[in-house]
């Protein structure tokens, strides 16, 4: 069975400091993982997939196929950065994504 | 606009009651789901649909139904509300091939 675990509920750091939300996953095939988040008031949307390689505001993820892991990392978090962070795991064909619990970020000023 | 459209966003009712939370999408997509969220816990896929008249179980057990007889709709519905049912329910779908999911704004439900 495929599981996501985010170890952390709740992570603050101060602006400007670096930032990491950790995502293990255990899965039989071949991962596909993704980040998504859910910002104050808003809905909960996509920030970014390991299959792109890209970055976006900021952060990146590295999917570690060894230690069965997909933080999000960025080097200089910013007050705009805090909201709830779920990474999730899926297979594309198929579009169902199986969640972790979520990590709360809080970035102080 | 294209979007995917939840109603209602809160909903209170007692024991016994049958509900019908609705879900439409303006955005063309084949693929739908239901997941169920309880708070400060991860989202659990409940059912999902690959197009008209194609209706699964998720991973997570549920009493609630759900039907697709329109593309752009996908409604879920409880026949007789109970307390356990309290919980976020969240609508999305997404194109095939790419793995994204667009969400709704979630129906927050309780059951006295």
């Known amino acids: 069975a495929q599981r996501v675990t985010q170890p952390e509920k709740l992570l603050s750091v101060f602006k400007g400091a670096p ?3 950790k995502c293990n996953y255990s899965y039989s095939g071949s991962p ?5 988040v859910q910002y104050s008031r808003q809905r909960l949307q996509l920030l970014l997939r390991h ?3 890209e970055s976006i505001k900021g952060f990146t993820a590295d999917l570690n196929k060894g230690e ?4 999000l990392k ?3 978090a910013q007050e705009e950065d805090s909201a709830m962070y779920y990474c999730a795991l899926g297979a594309v064909s198929y579009g169902k994504l199986t969640f972790g619990q ?3 970020l809080t970035v102080h000023p | 606009e294209a979007d995917i459209y939840q109603t209602p966003r809160y909903l209170v009712i007692g024991t016994g009651k049958k509900i019908t939370l609705e879900c439409s999408q303006t955005m063309g997509h084949d693929k739908m789901y239901w997941y169920q969220q309880d708070p400060g816990m991860e989202l659990h896929l409940i059912h999902y649909s690959y197009g008209v008249n194609s209706t699964e179980k998720g991973d997570l057990s549920s009493e609630s139904t759900v039907s697709r007889i329109r593309t752009e709709h996908f409604p879920l519905t409880l026949e007789s509300a109970r307390p356990s049912h309290t919980s976020q329910y969240l609508c999305a779908s997404s194109i095939p091939e790419q793995g994204e999911l ?11």
């Open chain 1, 19 to 21: 930032v990491e939300l």
């Open chain 2, 102 to 112: 667009f969400f709704g704004e979630g129906s927050r439900l309780t059951v006295l």
């Open chain 1, 68 to 71: 069965t892991s997909f933080h």
């Open chain 1, 102 to 104: 979520g990590t709360i």
């Open chain 1, 32 to 36: 596909e993982l993704f980040w998504y």
């Open chain 1, 51 to 53: 299959i792109s390689r």
């Open chain 1, 74 to 76: 960025k080097p200089f």
